[in-house]
């Protein structure tokens, strides 16, 4: 799908070098847009590997801990004064989730997941929402989970899929009061991932989780990429809809 823009549009991805930011990033790079990279704890030899890699000129990285909300506010800043005006707001950094089910699970354990994948969410979403209120258009996404779309939960993640659905509150939210500054909300709800933070998973085990996964089947960061290339697309403008399930033939 050919969806070039001939306008300047910057694009700010949390988690920009981890295994779907990334993915996200050389998509839209190479759909033209110019990317802002935010990363945590990548060493700054593979940071500048990763930029070299994306289509196109002007891009940059941001090292940024979403968990620090003035650290956060800053970084946006600087991305606009540097880079220009932010035009897409894409979410998909994230800490590695506990195999342990919810009612075995801590306050402690919960409030681990709660810090880094719901208030480090809730710095980056809302910083990024100013900024786009004030340009009176844009476009936000964040990346949640297929079990917060079929109300199934993959097995021994119950914290994760509980802070799951805490961002895609966020989502609703943001969607209903966003709509009436041409800003466009969308969440995008993936199946169980081989890669990234669950590469070093044995196989044997990769198949039991599929099949107890809501999608009974495993996604990849190019089909998310593949989604969110088309939502930040002129080609989506009239899409209402809030979450899309990434699966086979389906959309929500």
Known sequence: MDIKQTKKRIAVISGGTGY??????????????????LYYNTTKDEVSNKLSVLEGKGHRAYSCNLADEDAIKKTVDMIEEEMGDIYACIHTAGVMPKPKQLYLSTSKDLREQFDVNVFGSFNFLSACALKLKDHKEGIIIG???????TRTNT???GAYSSI????QGMLVALKEELSPYNIRVYSVAPGFMEGGMNSSM???FVEIVKNSSPTK????????????????????VNIKELTFLIAPETQI
């Open 20 to 37: 779907v930011g990334f993915e996200v990033a050389k998509k839209l790079s190479n759909d033209g847009m110019i990317i802002a990279m």
């Open 143 to 149: 990346i949640t989970t297929a079990g917060v779309v």
């Open 155 to 157: 097995k021994a993640r």
């Open 202 to 204: 044995p196989k044997a």
């Open 164 to 167: 799951k659905f805490a961002l």
């Open 217 to 236: 089947m495993i996604t990849n960061a190019s089909e998310v990429a593949e989604k969110i290339s088309f939502l930040c697309s002129d080609n989506s």
